[in-house]
């Protein structure tokens, strides 16, 4: 239930944060190689290591077998999967990649689950080491399936901006620090807040790169500390967007 209305969702947890969600789950790679162009995510990219990232969490992995996630309807060219084997350092046949189109019931789940991820994704980029973040929990609304994969982007993200919640217990000495912290996390802290995520990609000539990064966050975020087990949250469930975007 959000503000009594009633959503199917899902919930996340993890005790390893950093590495669940950021070494893992983050679509960080951009796979991109003879034409062919996704947004890879999964353990696989801790095997390529395209990504400053890895040396930020000081992670490192070796493996036999690797597995990414591509949000795309088009599987990719033999060549190009043979690249993706030839970057993680296994066989072809070790290569496992999963592909879902953002339109697609899988497609909003696997969304919906980055809910914990997006969290700890906006601390890093506030230059808090999420090392110190030692467990997570969020749940997140799912969106009704769209009529095509640009809709399904915007009410995707609009699922995790606007009702999005997520837990973070932390390792922290400060506070006030904390205090402060909080208040920068969710997604009401960015310029763009406030309009269905369609909009706000129109707005920015379809280019992600020129949306504030910062507002890619929960809706509502609490952090509480290890130390002195004081909790502190910002934010809140915006249900009137979500009403907008899911059946607007």
């Known amino acids: 239930m959000l503000d009594g209305r009633w959503l199917p969702g899902l919930t996340v947890t993890t005790d390893r944060p950093a590495v669940a969600c950021l070494a893992a789950q983050y679509a960080g790679w951009r796979l991109d190689r003879d034409g062919y ?16 990232l890895y040396d930020e969490l000081d992670w490192n992995e070796h493996a036999s077998a690797a597995v990414l996630c591509l949000e795309t309807r088009e599987p990719p060219p033999a060549e190009v999967a043979d690249f993706v084997a030839d970057r993680a350092g296994v066989p072809a046949e070790r290569l496992t990649l999963v592909m879902a189109p953002t339109a697609s019931v899988v497609g909003g789940v696997q969304i919906a689950a980055r809910v914990v991820e997006t ?38 993200n609009d699922a995790v901006l606007y009702g999005g919640q997520v837990h973070l217990t932390v390792e922290a000495d400060d506070d006030d620090a ?37 507002l890619f966050s929960p809706a509502q975020i609490r952090l509480t500390s290890v130390g002195s087990g004081r909790s502190f949250e910002a934010g809140a469930v915006n249900l009137e967007v979500l009403e907008r975007s899911f059946w607007g």
């Open 178 to 214: 904390l205090r402060d912290l909080v208040e920068r996390l969710p997604a009401s802290a960015s310029s763009d807040y406030g309009e269905p995520f369609g909009k706000v990609l129109k707005a920015a000539e379809f280019d992600f790169y020129k949306i504030d990064p910062l």
């Open 119 to 156: 969290a700890l994704h906006k601390l890093h980029e506030l230059d808090f080491d999420v090392r110190r973040v030692v467990a997570g929990f969020g749940s997140c609304p799912l969106p009704p399936v769209a009529g095509d994969d640009m809709a399904a982007i915007g009410r995707t």
């Open 37 to 52: 162009f996704a947004m890879g995510s999964g353990p696989g990219r801790a095997l390529i290591r395209a990504e400053d």
